[in-house]
């Protein structure tokens, strides 16, 4: 196990009603807040309503600002920074996804200079301070509610960028399991899909003796496999929703990659796909990860096997541990099918006419490469997509 220090300074609030104590919670942090939110969702759920009577309550002023889209874009990170100067607002409180969530991370580390946010998206320097963000996840997927991370698609060129800082864990993340009830189907898939891929970039790793984390991630995972199918039949079943949410969140919090490197180049391949196509990330994630698993299976087909064994009930071939491997990788396809998800970019409606261009951007006109299980180039990456398409 590697050397690690772990730290996760995120208040969970999590449970039924909990959105209505935000106003007392936010009062501890600010007076004055940017509240972003996303296409609309939350005003036809009520749960807009319900915010704004709780911040008048706890004597909280705001500025709202509406209209984030699935894969965040950076002009409406420029109009809320320009709120956030121009009415001196104290914390950015993010109600949504993992797009609102991050759309309000970038925010909150753009109100502070006076640069373009997007050079820290760049790599040009790291952001020294960030106003506070706190959040009310209504989609259990992308893991922002507890996580250092955020990704922003600049319109110009599609470039989708992430950046990973410390400054923008959220102070506090309302967790409220009811909120998911009114999820469509898809959105649903693309969570679940999105969980387990968190899990498995952790998963696949070079570093030996971490079987606790292991085990942990496994549980993770199999938690997913067993609720998903829940919540897509019974969309109000709060019990397996409760469970899902906990779990998703705990798949992205670093806690489970503790002493571990993950590998991260399935998700790095997958921003290329919706910077220029605009498709759900969970959606890109169920095309690229089974594509990336058979391409790097014979790095390591021990870890693949344990795998298989452990999560997908696969039983184990002492004579041909490969296959053994290879039946996991099918399982894990035909749970995303069961889902609704496509597994090829053909399925996903994407027109494979950008490979080259994606690989390129990818790997930065290969000058660097992506993952660390395995370590990939430009004609690697190219290759993963040829096998997805
Ligand atoms: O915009 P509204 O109307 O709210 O609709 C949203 C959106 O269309 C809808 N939705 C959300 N909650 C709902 C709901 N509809 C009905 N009822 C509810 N309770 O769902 C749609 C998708 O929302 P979005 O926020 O885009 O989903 P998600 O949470 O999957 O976020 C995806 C983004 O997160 C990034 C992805 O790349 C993508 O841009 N990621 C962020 C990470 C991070 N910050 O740590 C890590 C991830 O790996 C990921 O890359
Ligand atoms: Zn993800």
């Given at each position: 196990m590697d050397n690690f220090?772990?730290?996760?300074?995120?208040?969970?609030?999590?449970?039924?009603?909990?959105?209505?104590?935000?106003?007392?919670?936010?009062?501890?942090?600010?007076?004055?807040?940017?509240?972003?939110?996303?296409?609309?969702?939350?005003?036809?759920?009520?749960?807009?309503?319900?915010?704004?009577?709780?911040?008048?309550?706890?004597?909280?002023?705001?500025?709202?600002?509406?209209?984030?889209?699935?894969?965040?874009?950076?002009?409406?990170?420029?109009?809320?920074?320009?709120?956030?100067?121009?009415?001196?607002?104290?914390?950015?409180?993010?109600?949504?996804?993992?797009?609102?969530?991050?759309?309000?991370?970038?925010?909150?580390?753009?109100?502070?200079?006076?640069?373009?946010?997007?050079?820290?998206?760049?790599?040009?320097?790291?952001?020294?301070?960030?106003?506070?963000?706190?959040?009310?996840?209504?989609?259990?997927?992308?893991?922002?509610?507890?996580?250092?991370?955020?990704?922003?698609?600049?319109?110009?060129?599609?470039?989708?960028?992430?950046?990973?800082?410390?400054?923008?864990?959220?102070?506090?993340?309302?967790?409220?399991?009811?909120?998911?009830?009114?999820?469509?189907?898809?959105?649903?898939?693309?969570?679940?899909?999105?969980?387990?891929?968190?899990?498995?970039?952790r998963y696949?790793t070079n570093v030996k003796h971490v079987g606790f984390t292991d085990r942990l991630l496994?549980?993770?995972?199999?938690?997913?496999?067993?609720?998903?199918?829940?919540?897509?039949?019974?969309?109000?079943?709060?019990?397996?929703?409760?469970?899902?949410?906990?779990?998703?969140?705990?798949?992205?919090?670093?806690?489970?990659n503790t002493g571990r490197v993950?590998?991260?180049?399935?998700?790095?391949?997958?921003?290329?796909?919706?910077?220029?196509?605009?498709?759900?990330?969970?959606?890109?994630?169920?095309?690229?990860?089974?594509?990336?698993?058979?391409?790097?299976?014979?790095?390591d087909?021990e870890r693949?096997?344990q795998?298989?064994?452990?999560?997908?009930?696969?039983?184990?071939?002492?004579?041909?541990?490969?296959?053994?491997?290879?039946?996991?990788?099918?399982?894990?396809?035909?749970?995303?099918?069961?889902?609704?998800?496509?597994?090829?970019?053909?399925?996903?409606?994407?027109?494979?006419?950008?490979?080259?261009?994606?690989?390129?951007?990818?790997?930065?006109?290969?000058?660097?490469?992506?993952?660390?299980?395995?370590?990939?180039?430009?004609?690697?990456?190219?290759?993963?997509?040829?096998?997805?398409?």
């Amino acid at each position: 196990m590697d050397n690690f220090e772990h730290r996760i300074p995120t208040k969970i609030i999590f449970g039924k009603g909990t959105e209505n104590a935000v106003g007392a919670e936010v009062a501890k942090h600010a007076k004055r807040i940017l509240l972003h939110f996303g296409g609309g969702s939350v005003r036809t759920t009520g749960l807009l309503d319900r915010v704004t009577a709780s911040l008048k309550a706890a004597g909280v002023d705001w500025v709202e600002l509406g209209g984030v889209k699935p894969n965040p874009r950076l002009s409406l990170v420029h109009e809320g920074v320009r709120l956030c100067k121009e009415h001196r607002l104290e914390l950015v409180l993010a109600v949504g996804g993992g797009s609102v969530i991050d759309s309000s991370k970038a925010i909150a580390m753009g109100a502070l200079i006076d640069n373009d946010v997007w050079d820290f998206y760049l790599g040009k320097g790291a952001p020294i301070a960030a106003l506070p963000v706190a959040t009310i996840l209504t989609i259990p997927a992308a893991g922002s509610e507890m996580s250092t991370g955020t990704v922003i698609t600049k319109e110009e060129g599609d470039l989708k960028r992430a950046v990973n800082s410390e400054l923008i864990y959220p102070v506090f993340s309302i967790l409220n399991p009811e909120l998911c009830f009114t999820l469509p189907r898809f959105q649903i898939a693309c969570g679940a899909m999105d969980i387990m891929a968190h899990l498995m970039e952790r998963y696949f790793t070079n570093v030996k003796h971490v079987g606790f984390t292991d085990r942990l991630l496994e549980a993770t995972m199999k938690t997913i496999i067993a609720e998903a199918p829940k919540v897509m039949a019974n969309p109000k079943n709060y019990d397996a929703w409760a469970e899902f949410m906990w779990a998703g969140t705990i798949a992205h919090n670093n806690l489970l990659n503790t002493g571990r490197v993950g590998d991260w180049a399935s998700h790095a391949i997958e921003h290329e796909i919706s910077g220029i196509y605009d498709v759900a990330h969970g959606a890109g994630l169920a095309v690229v990860f089974p594509a990336w698993m058979r391409y790097t299976l014979r790095h390591d087909v021990e870890r693949f096997v344990q795998w298989a064994v452990r999560v997908w009930n696969v039983e184990l071939d002492v004579f041909d541990p490969e296959a053994t491997a290879r039946k996991g990788i099918e399982r894990m396809e035909a749970f995303y099918k069961g889902l609704g998800l496509a597994v090829t970019l053909d399925g996903l409606g994407v027109a494979a006419d950008r490979i080259e261009e994606m690989a390129d951007k990818c790997t930065d006109g290969d000058t660097q490469q992506v993952g660390n299980f395995v370590m990939l180039g430009k004609s690697d990456v190219a290759a993963i997509l040829r096998l997805a398409a």
